[in-house]
């Protein structure tokens, strides 16, 4: 089984930043995409940012220039710099990773609980 957890949410200001971090645990053979999504009250699960082998990422474009991914090397740590935060940002953030369990290399998406990140004045 794969176990992914969050951290790092909480109440900010607009304009403010928070760090959110992601760690992987468990019996994990193979990535191949680290990523954070989110879903705000009324609305579907959305992509935010993700990660890729070589270095390759890929953020929504209602957070270019304002979120920035990252992870280690090792596929076990992900986070998520958000920077320039509105209050449309607000939602539970999930951590994902794309990832096979052994070497039949089938792949399947495993998610945290999430962390919920409320901005607001």
């Known amino acids: 089984q794969v176990q992914l957890v969050e951290s790092g949410g909480g109440l900010v200001q607009p304009g403010g930043s928070l760090r959110l971090s992601c760690v992987a645990s468990g019996s994990i053979y193979s990535v191949s995409s680290m990523g954070w999504y989110r879903q705000a009250p009324g609305k579907e699960r959305e992509l935010v940012a993700s990660?890729?082998?070589?270095?390759?990422?890929n953020n929504a474009d209602s957070v270019k220039g304002r979120f920035t991914i990252s992870r280690d090397n090792a596929w076990k740590t992900a986070y998520l710099q958000m920077n320039s935060l509105k209050p449309e940002d607000t939602a539970v953030y999930y951590c994902?990773?794309?990832?096979?369990?052994?070497?039949?290399?089938?792949?399947?998406?495993?998610w945290g609980k999430g962390t919920l990140v409320t901005v607001s004045s």
């Open positions: 990660s890729t082998g070589g270095g390759r990422t």
């Open positions: 994902n990773t794309r990832a096979a369990i052994s070497t039949n290399l089938v792949f399947s998406d495993y």
